[in-house]
């Protein structure tokens, strides 16, 4: 069975297409990356995979039952979502925001228990998060408050991990961070991980299958080397761009050239 199924989905705004017949699986445990130009439909596809937005038709299976079907709670302890803008400035510590990961496993009005408490020391150290825990969360730089948006997801346990462009706001140094601890995460724990990336060059290093997408319709679909096509990259980016292998990961690494 696969984690997700993605069947003959379209979704719109209004009358503006966004989506258009879009069908794909992932299986459980993968790494996969969905790419494509600005306005190409990649956050409306992630947000109604992850059963925050109902496709104007189509449906999508996680686990072979409807994803509408699933209830708020239900769904929160199998998906945790990051977001493209991560956690806004906000007056509670660190420590408090990456405890609200907890809520999918606590009982109505109840309290964080001993073992909560534990796992979220736990993520917070892991993270490099420990000595910032009674920091307002307001005071942070953008690349700590997306650490602590990772520790929220983290926190709260899922099976699946959902990113929205996690880098876009991100120095070099933070982009690898946020993006090894969700590997390390992913092989430690066995999570999926659903990811989309603007840096095609991330996309192949860490991703083990692509989706391009382009104004709402599916190019490509596949391993990372069949997607990411030198004359394809550059019909659908509308650029001039040279590909190299990585000289470590042997993966397509790409460089933009001038006219």
Same mark, same amino acid.
């Given at each position: ?5 993605? %069947? ?38 992630? *947000? ?8 104007? *038709? ?43 990961? *907890? ?105 083990? *299958? ?31 761009? %040279?590909?190299?292998?990585?000289? %470590? ?11």
């Amino acid at each position: 069975m696969n984690l997700f199924d993605v %069947i003959h989905v379209q979704h719109q705004f209004g009358t503006i297409p966004v989506l258009q017949d879009i069908e794909f699986q992932i299986k459980e445990g993968e790494t996969f990356g969905i790419i494509g130009p600005n306005g190409s439909g990649k956050s409306t596809l992630i *947000r109604t995979m992850s059963g925050l937005l109902k496709p104007s *038709r189509g449906k999508i299976l996680l686990n072979g039952k409807s994803i509408s079907s699933y209830r708020k709670r239900e769904l929160a302890k199998i998906i945790a979502v990051l977001e493209q803008e991560g956690i806004p400035p906000l007056s509670f510590t660190v420590e408090e925001v990456v405890a609200m990961g *907890r809520y999918p496993w606590l009982k109505p009005l109840s309290d964080l228990s001993l073992e909560d408490e534990q796992i979220v020391q736990t993520v917070l150290e892991k993270l490099g998060l420990w000595n910032l825990r009674t920091k307002s969360v307001n005071n942070l730089s953008g690349g700590q408050r997306q650490m602590v948006s990772l520790a929220r997801a983290m926190v709260q346990q899922p099976r699946v991990l959902i990113l929205d462009e996690p880098t876009t706001f991100l120095d070099i140094g933070h982009q690898m961070l946020v993006m090894e601890h969700v590997r390390e995460w992913h092989q430690s724990e066995g999570i999926s991980v659903i990811m989309v990336l603007h840096d095609l060059n991330l996309a192949s290093q860490y991703c083990n *299958r692509l989706l391009l997408l382009d104004n709402g319709h599916i190019k490509s679909c596949g391993e990372v080397h069949d997607v990411l096509q030198p004359a394809t990259i550059s019909s659908i980016y509308k650029t001039e761009i %040279i590909m190299i292998n990585h000289p %470590i990961h042997q993966v397509p690494q790409f460089l933009l050239t001038s006219k």
